[in-house]
T-cell receptor, first 114, second 111 residues
Framework: DAGVTQSPTHLIKTRGQQVTLRCSPISGHKSVSWYQQVLGQGPQFIFQYYEKEERGRGNFPDRFSARQFPNYSSELNVNALLLGDSALYLC?????????????FGNGTRLTVT | QKEVEQNSGPLSVPEGAIASLNCTYSDRGSQSFFWYRQYSGKSPELIMFIYSNGDKEDGRFTAQLNKASQYVSLLIRDSQPSDSATYLCAVDYNQGGKLIFGQGTELSVKP
């Protein structure tokens, strides 16, 4: 079975631009979460979606938004990019949004903002 | 502010030894605990999860949970050079599937 797939794998953007990252969950998984990981730190929670509804949001500015589609895939959008947004963006899927359903991560999108 | 603390390392062990990785968390009500392995430049890979006090074994890996001490650990027996990676401890505080990660412990297994 295919794992969590993310696209693109790498992205270079300029400050002030906008970016859209995409994620397809493992087949049968209905919950998708997004995490940001900067170098040398653990991933930090951005969003969680389940059945197309936002179930949680981390401590990120409104420049970050996301949505989930009927096929459970998801997009993360970041507007007005800042240098500090440079990071590895990870998508994770799980069977359901509960804490007893482990997260499985995709390979991530490496975003560089110049 | 809910926190998960890990020693950043690096932790260096010889091949064949037991590697012990430790993690503490701040919220006593936490219920679900996870260990992820992350190779350099790659994404986190789930190794173990544990929900109840005590030990849970899977092959060469053992997760240990002590909720009274707010402490979770990962033991890797017969460590191999391929185990060299950063190990991330993650805690789900409210059973909502939103994980708080520690900063990770870098493990180096020397041949």
């Amino acid at each position: 079975d295919a794992g969590v797939t993310q696209s693109p794998t790498h992205l270079i953007k300029t400050r002030g631009q906008q970016v859209t990252l995409r994620c397809s969950p493992i087949s049968g998984h209905k919950s998708v979460s997004w995490y940001q990981q900067v170098l040398g730190q653990g991933p930090q929670f951005i969003f969680q979606y389940y059945e197309k509804e936002e179930r949680g949001r981390g401590n990120f500015p409104d420049r970050f938004s996301a949505r989930q589609f009927p096929n459970y895939s998801s997009e993360l959008n970041v507007n007005a990019l800042l240098l500090g947004d440079s990071a590895l963006y990870l998508c994770a899927s799980s069977l359901d949004p509960g804490g007893r359903s482990p997260l499985h991560f995709g390979n991530g999108t490496r975003l560089t903002v110049t | 502010q809910k926190e998960v603390e890990q020693n950043s390392g690096p932790l260096s062990v010889p091949e064949g030894a037991i590697a012990s990785l430790n993690c503490t968390y701040s919220d006593r009500g936490s219920q679900s605990f996870f260990w992820y392995r992350q190779y350099s430049g790659k994404s986190p890979e789930l190794i173990m999860f544990i929900y109840s006090n005590g030990d849970k074994e899977d092959g060469r890996f053992t997760a240990q949970l002590n909720k009274a001490s707010q402490y979770v650990s990962l033991l890797i027996r017969d460590s191999q050079p391929s185990d060299s990676a950063t190990y991330l401890c993650a805690v789900d505080y409210n059973q909502g599937g939103k994980l708080i990660f520690g900063q990770g412990t870098e493990l180096s297994v020397k041949p």
